[in-house]
């Protein structure tokens, strides 16, 4: 009889709290780095503290992948209590943080480990974690749920308007995006993970045109996705934003699980104040 599998991710994923609490997932925090100061993402720093001192922050923040240290404690805490491992992480497009956890994987000598790259961020890797706790919830062993997070990949997607280009720019993690860096300023871009990094999808003249497309184009592919359809609603400082996106496309697909999470600190340095996004999961 396999041993049971219990799930890790890092701390860009924003599964919320109580989806956290009840598959059991343990979070691995991103390091947000300010000045002087350094944060453990959503625990030493939540999103509403962070968005607030960036409006007035005369130093921006940084960003670091979570110490190889925090994996292997992770992994060895659950290894010993009986647990294989699957960790499902950023992409390593984004961060070094499936580096990181690939190096604890190979410190640990007793046990089952197994690291997934998502090559996403956000609540799209939390589709793919979720799923993969599920099914471990089932009885699935460590290799099926792998094969379930890698699965997921081809079941998921996530569009996210900015309000500059900016925040994504300076970061380097504007990928194809950069093109349009020129024009940033005149229009609202949509973009979307694709092949591990931001890409850009459509140029949009307007905020609220910028909103309406992005619940057509959601729409449109998980649609396409089959059922059942689950939705994430996700957001940098503008909640109201969000769940107007989320009752929108919720009118349409009919999902039988809908959420609203916060963009976290880390991935909200990159992207900035006013992001705001939604993730889906079709047909699995």
Same mark, same amino acid.
């Given at each position: ?15 919320? !709290?109580?989806?956290? &609490? ?31 001192? $960036?409006?007035? @922050? ?32 950023? +992409?390593?497009?984004? +961060? ?7 190096? @604890? ?13 998502? #090559? ?30 890698? /699965? @997921?990949? /081809? ?9 500059? $280009?900016?925040?994504?720019? =300076? ?16 229009? !609202? ?13 459509? !140029?949009?003249?307007?905020? =609220? !045109? ?19 359809? =689950?939705?994430?609603?996700? #957001?940098?400082? *503008? ?16 999902? &039988?699980?809908?959420?609203? +999470?916060?963009? +976290?600190?880390?991935?909200?340095? #990159? ?5 705001? @996004?939604?993730?889906?999961? *079709?047909?699995?």
């Amino acid at each position: 009889m396999p041993r049971p599998v219990a799930l890790v991710t890092d701390s860009t994923a924003y599964i919320p !709290k109580d989806l956290l &609490e009840r598959h059991r997932i343990r979070v691995a925090p991103q390091i947000l780095i300010w000045g002087d100061e350094s944060f453990q993402d959503g625990v030493d720093i939540t999103p509403t503290e962070f968005y607030q001192r $960036l409006a007035t @922050a005369r130093v921006l923040p940084q960003s670091t992948q979570p110490a190889v240290m925090s994996f292997v404690q992770i992994f060895s805490e659950l290894v010993e209590s009986g647990y294989d491992v699957l960790a499902v992480v950023i +992409s390593s497009k984004l +961060s070094g943080t499936y580096q990181a956890a690939m190096q @604890a994987k190979q410190a640990i000598a007793n046990g089952e480990v197994e690291v997934v790259d998502s #090559h996403t961020t956000a609540m799209e890797l939390g589709f793919h974690v979720l799923a993969a706790a599920r099914a471990a919830e089932q009885g699935a062993s460590l290799e099926e749920c792998k094969a379930i997070a890698e /699965q @997921a990949q /081809q079941h998921t997607g996530v569009i996210l308007t900015v309000d500059t $280009l900016e925040f994504l720019h =300076r970061g380097g993690r504007i990928g194809g995006a950069s093109r349009w860096f020129s024009t940033a300023l005149r229009i !609202k871009p949509l973009l979307e993970v694709r092949d591990g990094l931001v890409q850009p999808l459509e !140029k949009i003249r307007t905020r =609220r !045109k910028a909103l309406a497309r992005l619940v057509e184009i959601t729409v449109e592919r998980a649609q396409h996705g089959g059922h059942p359809i =689950r939705l994430a609603a996700l #957001h940098a400082n *503008a909640e109201d934003d969000a769940r107007w996106l989320l009752a929108q496309a919720s009118a349409q697909l009919h999902p &039988e699980e809908a959420l609203v +999470s916060d963009v +976290s600190p880390v991935v909200g340095t #990159h992207v900035g104040p006013g992001t705001v @996004a939604l993730a889906y999961m *079709a047909g699995m």
